[in-house]
Nanobody, 124 residues
Framework: QVQLVESGGGLVQAGGSLRLSCAAS????????MGWFRQAPGQKREFVAG????????NYADSVRGRFTISRDNAKNTVYLQMNSLRPEDTAVYYC?????????????????WGQGTQVTVSS
């Protein structure tokens, strides 16, 4: 069973920045497409950003494009989410996700592994 452990969440003022990290326990991490999702209270979990196994392909939700950047370091088995210009509506629990098969970004309906989540709270 692959373990994904997120870190880096916290409380930040609107306009501020945070960087989330997700460390994977599996050496096969370098072959997985990875992604970040979020879930606000009372809302469905939604896609935020995805990255291919090589890091060459990325995609973003319209709501975060231009403010968030996903990246990965396969030597460290870690994927990152740099979040800038944060807004109160970005407040949510953020989850790391792995797709073992995709050759591009994560397939939203085909996630194999989830992290436990990290809380991000943006105050106005």
């Amino acid at each position: 069973q692959v373990q994904l452990v997120e870190s880096g969440g916290g409380l930040v003022q609107a306009g501020g920045s945070l960087r989330l990290s997700c460390a994977a326990s599996d050496r096969a991490f370098s072959s997985y497409a990875m992604g970040w999702f979020r879930q606000a209270p009372g809302q469905k979990r939604e896609f935020v950003a995805g990255i291919s196994w090589s890091g060459d392909l990325t995609n973003y939700a319209d709501s975060v494009r231009g403010r968030f950047t996903i990246s990965r370091d396969n030597a460290k088995n870690t994927v990152y989410l740099q979040m800038n210009s944060l807004r109160p509506e970005d407040t949510a629990v953020y989850y790391c996700a792995a797709d073992r098969i995709s050759s591009s970004s994560v397939r939203v309906g085909a996630i194999d592994y989830w992290g436990q989540g990290t809380q991000v709270t943006v105050s106005s």
